[in-house]
């Protein structure tokens, strides 16, 4: 996919909030520093399109780009104060909750993790979160220039050991780097392959 126009739109606080457009939707999501602000601006071959979000007062938001005129780019709240509260449980997320719950075109939330670290208690618990709402998602493992081929791949497989723990079929998963461009066309591809999907169609062949 060529990316032609990434255009900014909206920040909402809430679903009532969202644009109001039909078009495909696709969510990023990931811990506070995994690199998310970075891969967006990858991905729309743009420098500073995400910087919008962490303008004060926006980073708390559902930040809405649109893409060629044909795709939305919804850049979610950072999670990693407010995930995983006393009793273990994800509350930060009133907004991104009934995002997912009410919107018909969100067709993947990618949920971003830092390729360097075995996996982590607050990634688990969010990915659980993210099965819970019953929307397509998929992992994106970020900064793999941080690392040999060797331990990306040892990583991954403690993430998809650890997954397969509680769920028989593993998710999507795909791998980025910002700072050599890996994962870039992966990741456009896979998004242009859900979008010539009708919501909720099974996602076929993914990227491992
Ligand atoms: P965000 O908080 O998730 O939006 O993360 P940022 O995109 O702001 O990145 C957090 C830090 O990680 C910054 O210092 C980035 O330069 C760095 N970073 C982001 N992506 C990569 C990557 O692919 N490789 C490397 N080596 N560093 C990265």
């Not at 909402?12 to 967006?40: H, M």
């Not at 081929?149 to 791998?175: C, F, G, H, M, Q």
Request: aromatic content about 10%; glycine content about 10%; hydrophobic content about 40%.
């Amino acid at each position: 996919m060529k990316i032609k126009s990434a255009e900014y739109q909206v920040s909402a606080p809430d679903a009532a909030s969202c644009p109001a457009w039909g078009v495909p939707e696709f969510a990023f999501v990931g811990r506070s520093n995994v690199g998310k602000s970075s891969l967006i601006n990858l991905l729309t071959h743009r420098k500073d399109l995400a910087k919008v979000s962490a303008t004060p007062g926006k980073t708390r938001l559902l930040n809405f780009f649109l893409i060629n005129g044909e795709w939305g780019l919804v850049d979610m709240p950072g999670y990693g104060f407010a995930v995983g509260g006393k009793d273990g449980r994800i509350d930060f997320s009133q907004v991104i909750a009934h995002y997912a719950a009410e919107r018909a075109n969100l067709r993947c939330i990618f949920v971003l993790i830092d390729s360097r670290h075995p996996p982590q208690q607050i990634d688990l618990e969010f990915i659980r979160w993210v099965e819970g709402t019953g929307v397509p998602f998929a992992l994106v493992f970020t900064k793999t220039d941080k690392l040999g081929p060797t331990r990306l791949k040892a990583n991954l497989e403690d993430y998809k050991k650890t997954i397969a723990t509680w769920r028989s079929e593993l998710p999507d998963i795909l791998a980025c780097s910002a700072h050599d461009g890996t994962g870039k066309h992966e990741i456009l591809g896979y998004i242009s392959a859900r979008m010539a999907r009708p919501a909720g169609a099974p996602a076929g062949s993914g990227e491992g």
